[in-house]
């Protein structure tokens, strides 16, 4: 056993050896997994590391392309009615987030669950066209939920769903018939569009603290 406490300091102490180094996962996975269980903590975290909610809610606009008013942020998780996007401002940002992965070499898929292939956090018990990637937002009184369906007739459809009361289990149930219908309407895609299509084949909860990412870093 070791005995003491554990104490935790922003860097290293130049005059102790480093035994072990811990890897954290890739920041995409990291993000993936933000948003396919809508964790609150991880988004508060990964907004104070680039400056806090005033960085995002700026760079978030400059980058979609709309204006200041539209991304109304009051902390880093968006947890509290007075957090505020506008759907158009919710679609730009999702179409700028797109194209900032592809030229990373991601696609959405890589940051967001996706429908068909995700099957847990916030994609269970949902019944949204396969390969339809999103995003929900739950308040008490609010239940939201944007993203983007690939469909055969108009290609990707990029949508923002707003509903306002309690019934939050009968919204997102309402939500998931409204894209049904649309894709019935728009014909479904024959396939999931490389655009969409995630690179990694996993799609279960990585092992968080694994060792198989520790270094060795002192040896006696």
């Known amino acids: 056993a070791i005995a003491g406490t554990v104490k935790v300091e922003a860097q290293p102490n130049p005059q102790r050896a480093v035994l072990i180094r811990h890897l954290s996962l890739p920041l995409k996975q990291i993000i993936k997994e933000m948003n396919v269980y809508s964790n609150n903590d991880i988004a508060e975290m990964l907004a104070e590391s680039v400056g806090g909610y005033s960085v995002v809610q700026s760079t978030a606009a400059k980058l979609a392309r709309v204006p200041d008013a539209e991304i109304q942020l009051i902390n880093g998780s968006g947890l509290g009615p007075e957090n505020r996007i506008s759907p158009r401002g919710v679609c730009a940002m999702l179409m700028a987030m797109q194209q900032e992965a592809v030229a990373r070499n991601l696609t959405l898929a890589d940051l967001f669950p996706m429908s068909g292939f995700d099957h847990r956090g916030t994609m269970h018990a949902r019944h949204m066209p396969a390969g339809t990637v999103m995003k929900t937002g739950t308040l008490r009184d609010v239940s939201a939920l944007a993203g983007v369906m690939p469909t055969r007739d108009r290609g990707?459809?990029?949508?923002?769903?707003?509903?306002?009361?309690?019934?939050?289990?009968?919204?997102?149930?309402?939500?998931?018939?409204?894209?049904?219908?649309?894709?019935?309407?728009?014909?479904?895609?024959?396939?999931?569009?490389?655009?969409?299509?995630?690179?990694?084949?996993?799609?279960?909860?990585?092992?968080?603290?694994?060792?198989?990412?520790?270094q060795v870093m002192f040896k006696s």
């Open 156 to 214: 990707l459809v990029w949508f923002a769903i707003l509903n306002r009361g309690t019934n939050v289990s009968g919204f997102r149930a309402g939500q998931d018939q409204l894209l049904q219908r649309l894709v019935q309407k728009l014909q479904v895609a024959p396939g999931v569009p490389a655009s969409l299509t995630p690179h990694s084949t996993i799609n279960s909860l990585p092992e968080l603290g694994t060792t198989s990412r520790n």
